[in-house]
Antibody, heavy 119, light 109 residues
Framework: QVQLVESGGGLVKPGGSLRLSCAAS????????MSWIRQAPGKGLEWVSY????????YYADSVKGRFTISRDNAKNSLYLQMNSLRAEDTAVYYC????????????WGQGTLVTVSS | SYVLTQPPSVSVAPGQTARITCGGN??????VHWYQQKPGQAPVLVVY???DRPSGIPERFSGSNSGNTATLTISRVEAGDEADYYC????????????FGTGTKVTVL
């Protein structure tokens, strides 16, 4: 069965960095686009970034462009999100999700990892 | 950028029908997807491509899309359907193509 397991969240000071990981299993990881989507406490869903199956196509939301970097290692079945220059408004649960690129929806989501940016 | 508007809340009695709307400019020309999120849990896809259901999703969940409004309908509502629901589209004309709706809290009375 498809499993996505995020890790790497935690408490970080403003201006700090954090690297999130997502371990995928149960499907051919290299065949799928993948996304990071976040949810601030008590708020709605916000798409953060996505990456194509080969890693050649990448998009970012304006709110994170220039600060976050998405990447993947298909040999390790893993997705990453490097987050630099973190701000209080980046505080959220971060989900990794598998994309269905024919219609651009997410059919499987991880359980999420909480990132808290606070001094 | 493209905006999707949902009512903040919908209340429904058990056994009745809940309808959750998702408004957007000419949304009928796009494929709409719906997610259910229960407290403390990750979102779950319940409808994709306007009206298709993933395996394991009850037939009570259905979707439609026309004009400027897409609708998720939950028939014979159960207590376990209480959750937040989000619509989502892909706006190919935008620099930020993946758009989520504002979310609707469904309360089962």
């Amino acid at each position: 069965q498809v499993q996505l397991v995020e890790s790497g969240g935690g408490l970080v000071k403003p201006g700090g960095s954090l690297r999130l990981s997502c371990a995928a299993s149960g499907f051919t990881f290299s065949d799928y686009y993948m996304s990071w989507i976040r949810q601030a406490p008590g708020k709605g869903l916000e798409w953060v970034s996505y990456i194509s199956s080969s890693g050649s196509t990448i998009y970012y939301a304006d709110s994170v462009k220039g600060r976050f970097t998405i990447s993947r290692d298909n040999a390790k079945n893993s997705l990453y999100l490097q987050m630099n220059s973190l701000r209080a408004e980046d505080t959220a649960v971060y989900y990794c999700a598998r994309d269905v690129s024919s219609s651009w929806f997410c059919d499987y989501w991880g359980q999420g990892t909480l990132v808290t940016v606070s001094s | 950028s493209y905006v999707l508007t949902q009512p903040p809340s919908v209340s429904v009695a058990p056994g009745q029908t809940a309808r959750i709307t998702c408004g957007g400019n000419n949304i009928g020309s796009k494929s709409v997807h719906w997610y259910q999120q229960k407290p403390g849990q990750a979102p779950v896809l319940v409808v994709y491509d306007d009206s298709d259901r993933p395996s394991g999703i009850p037939e009570r969940f259905s979707g439609s899309n026309s004009g400027n409004t897409a609708t998720l309908t939950i028939s014979r509502v159960e207590a376990g359907d209480e959750a937040d629901y989000y619509c989502q589209v892909w706006d190919s004309s935008s620099d930020h193509p993946r758009v989520f709706g504002t979310g609707t809290k469904v309360t089962v009375l």
